[in-house]
């Protein structure tokens, strides 16, 4: 661990620099969302800045979604344009959980309140209030199903996805809480693809050149689960390797009716993102006592259960 | 010899911006969790201090199956515990009943209910997730810097059901006994699997003989 005490003076100034940029408001005039999300390269994250959009017209303000397309840097303009530009509240999906902390720092000190949706930052109090997903026991709910399956033994891949973010871990400790306790399970390949399909096929048909003779892949979402699944089809191997997905996508949902994806875990983006704009709305009230953390159950889907389960946990 | 030094004093600059800007880890190295938590030390103290204690106001098995089987929506107000939105709930359940298998993942028991004997499972191979850290409904998630740090009471608390509580009771149940039990459960408030419900373990003994529960 590096000292930063040499860069708080900076911090500091930033900060200042910050507060003197936000415009001053008077009451009438309406108040603005700003909708960062950490990309909007996968339909998941596109849904979910959705449904905050839609939450905020219904309460009756504006908004604008932000793209970090997974780059930190980015995302640190977006919350300078944000701050600079007036908006009222950030509803936020961090792109990386240590390295998004000074951009709601920032918006904090600016007055801006910052609302997390579905990914953490750590840093307790940071942000407003952070709506998550329980991704760990979503995927200790995999993993129970994964070794069912599996009947406890044979080779496995795990496809991890971004390094930083909290997410990526929760649901490789959740799935490793139980897959692990079972030494007949071995694991011949981890690596990360972040939360990428382009990037989890071409990861799954590297490590297949090494480990032809896999039995199963748990990957950390449902788009590196379609990638690996478009691997599995090119190698002629999609028949007998099963793929465990998470996330609750639309082509993911339709691929378990269809056989061909194991199951996945269905998290609840609508509940998220309508939970974030409806605490900014009862911020920009008055109301200042907000749940620190908020997590949202996710459920396993499997064929078995498929019927009760729509995309993205909409209701039908 | 200024140039030299001018230049020395470049790389040197150089060299500490970099230094200070770039570091490896392996991926393996890297997790969410805080360095300073310790999950075991938390998961025992919570263990005897709040856990055990909670099992004193638990529901009698007989008396929340019959709840869940009359009325879903008052028994999951009632005994329901969450620290998530959404629709998994838990519940602390205690309760006596009478072996009817054992099996090589869990252990059935009859319990008789209002309705009559009801058959439920007591996991005893798939000792995982949230059931028992959640069901009482005594930690607080805004104690915590993240969310790995909640996660490792989990697997701590489930890591001393492994240990401690069922290696004496399974090394002498057999079909037929009268046992005493209790556990927490999981059920999802919108599909509800009322015939296959599973306890997870937290106090196990016998009728007629001392409880076995962790020292």
Known sequence: MKPNHILLPIYILFTLGLIGCKTEQSEEEPKKMAIVVSTLNNPWFVFLAEQAQLKAKELGYESKVFDSQNNTAQETDHFENAIASGYDAILFNPTDADGSIVNVKNATAAGVPVFCMDREVNANGAATSQILSDSYSGCVAIGKYFVETLNKKGKYVEILGMVGDNNTWNRSKGFHSVVDQYPDLKMVAQQSADFDRNKAMEVLESILQAQPDIDAVFCGNDAMAMGAYQALVAAGKAEHVKVFGFDGAEDVVKSIQDGKIMATGMQFPIVMAQTAATFADQYFKGERKFPKKMPVAVELVKRDNIENYAAYGKED | ?215
């Open chain 2, 1 to 215: 010899m200024k140039k030299a030094f001018r230049y020395l004093l470049f790389l040197v600059i150089i060299a500490f911006v970099a230094y200070n800007s770039v570091y490896f880890k392996k991926l393996d190295e890297v997790n969410a969790g805080t360095d300073s938590f310790n999950g075991r030390k938390f998961a025992t103290k919570f263990w005897t201090e709040k856990l055990e204690p909670a099992l004193a106001n638990a529901p009698e098995a007989a008396q929340l199956f019959d709840l869940l089987k009359a009325n879903r929506e008052q028994a999951f107000s009632r005994f329901g515990k969450s620290m998530s939105i959404g629709n998994i709930k838990y519940f602390l359940v205690k309760g006596t009943g009478k072996i009817q298998s054992v099996e090589e993942n869990r252990i059935v028991i009859l319990v008789r209910t209002r309705s009559g004997e009801k058959p439920v499972t007591i996991a005893t191979e798939y000792i995982f997730g949230n059931a028992v850290r959640d069901a009482s409904g005594q930690i607080d998630i805004n104690d915590f810097a993240n969310s790995s740090d909640l996660n490792a009471i989990s697997a701590e608390l489930n890591q001393i059901i492994r240990d401690k509580v069922l290696p004496p009771f399974l090394a002498k149940v057999k079909k037929g006994d009268e046992v005493t039990f209790s556990g927490a459960v999981e059920l999802n408030q919108k599909y509800p699997d009322l015939v296959n419900i599973e306890i997870i373990p937290i106090r196990l003994g016998f009728n007629t003989s001392l409880e076995t529960k962790p020292e």
